[in-house]
T-cell receptor, first 112, second 116 residues
């Protein structure tokens, strides 16, 4: 069965500092991985996705993630965060029948 | 603009009452989904539908029901049998192909349900 573990429930960081949000997955089938962002009281917005090809994936808002098959990881990074990046971030793996299996989420808090 | 519309945004329900959350999409997607979100628990799948007139239970279907009579609509009914219905509910949709587009799921803005 597929599952996703987000290793940090909360990540505090100062503005303009780099950040990494960690995600590990388990899957016995072809791996499709996603990062979504959720701002307060809103739906989820796709940040980036890995389907195949290059292991470094670039997304919106300056985020990128690296797929590491040997470590079963898909960590999200941004070299310099802004106050506006404060949100909850979800890592997800595609399961059967096109379903998404989500991690518990990481709350990123950017401080001035 | 294409997208997924959920209504109402906020809903209050008395215990023992059924309530229906609306989800409409104009993306021409075949598949639709309902997720429930509770603080600190991520999202859990309630029901999903790959095609009109067909749907399957997700991980937490007890106390919920759905219908899929039209491609663009996938309403969710929270019944009185659902013991802890207060939550944020998210509707989503996608194509069902195996290509790049078919693997992206798009979400609506969500509906808050509070039982009083």
């Amino acid at each position: 069965a597929q599952s996703v573990t987000q290793l940090d429930s909360q990540v505090p960081v100062f503005e303009e500092a780099p950040v990494e949000l960690r995600c590990n997955y388990s899957s016995s089938v072809s791996v499709y991985l996603f990062w979504y962002v959720q701002y307060p009281n809103q739906g989820l917005q796709l940040l980036l996705k890995y389907l195949s090809g290059s292991t470094l994936v670039k997304g919106i808002n300056g985020f990128e993630a690296e797929f590491n098959k040997s470590q079963t990881s898909f960590h999200l990074r941004k070299p310099s965060v802004h106050i506006s990046d404060t949100a909850e971030y979800f890592c997800a793996v595609k399961g059967g029948y096109n379903k998404l299996i989500f991690g518990a989420g990481t709350r990123l808090a950017v401080h001035p | 603009d294409g997208g997924i519309t959920q209504s109402p945004k906020y809903l209050f329900r008395k215990e023992g009452q059924n309530v229906t959350l609306s989800c409409e999409q104009n993306l021409n997607h075949d598949a639709m989904y309902w997720y429930r979100q509770d603080p600190g628990q991520g999202l859990r799948l309630i029901y999903y539908s790959q095609i009109v007139n067909d749907f399957q239970k997700g991980d937490i279907a007890e106390g919920y029901s759905v219908s899929r009579e039209k491609k663009e609509s996938f309403p969710l009914t929270v019944t009185s049998a659902q013991k802890n219905p207060t939550a944020f509910y998210l509707c989503a949709s996608s194509t069902t192909g195996t290509g790049t587009t078919g693997n992206t799921i798009y979400f609506g803005e969500g509906s808050w349900l509070t039982v009083v």
